[in-house]
């Protein structure tokens, strides 16, 4: 029986641990930073956290940017280098091997899933536009920090 005890306390413990570790991971997703990709991605828009697509994905982006969702981002070839190293280093993990990356963050399962009780209005909202306007709602979204409990829908 004291086995049996130790053995749940112990399961627990570690189910606690590894949610504590989850919550985390929800509110702060990327530390990651280097000055060029954030000139250089941030000056168009949110210089998103290289944990929010995976690796193939970040090549796929990097080897459009002349086509850049609608823009040409092109850089030139030592700044896409370092960009592109940047990204894949820090990248998120694969969610298994599609035929085409999915390039658009918004389009991921996670991202639905995280978002899916925001309302169509709020997408629509002159000061949120758009899905992929993260600091519209995530106060600390420059910083990486995407805690639900400082989001801010705008009025």
């Known amino acids: ?19 504590s ?18 000139a250089e991605c941030g000056s168009c828009h949110l210089a998103y956290p ?8 970040w090549r796929a982006v990097m080897a459009g ?3 850049h969702f609608g823009a040409d981002a092109s850089v030139d070839a030592k700044t896409a280098a370092e ?5 894949e280093k820090h990248a998120g993990a ?5 035929a085409k990356p999915n390039l658009r963050i ?3 399962a996670w991202f639905k899933h995280e978002h899916d009780e925001v309302g169509a209005a709020v997408w629509r909202s002159p000061k949120v536009k758009t899905p992929s306007n993260c600091a519209a709602c995530h106060r600390g979204a420059e910083q990486g920090n995407f805690d639900e409990h400082d989001i801010r829908l705008p009025k």
């Open 1 to 19: 029986m004291k086995r049996l005890n130790r053995f749940v306390a112990l399961a627990l413990a570690a189910s606690s641990f590894v949610m």
């Open 21 to 38: 570790t989850s919550v985390l991971a929800d509110m702060r997703i990327s530390s990651a930073s280097n000055p060029v990709w954030k």
């Open 94 to 98: 694969s969610r298994g091997k599609t």
């Open 106 to 108: 918004t389009e991921t």
């Open 83 to 87: 960009i592109g190293a940047f990204l």
């Open 65 to 67: 940017l002349d086509k």
């Open 50 to 57: 290289p944990s929010l697509l995976p690796a193939d994905a």
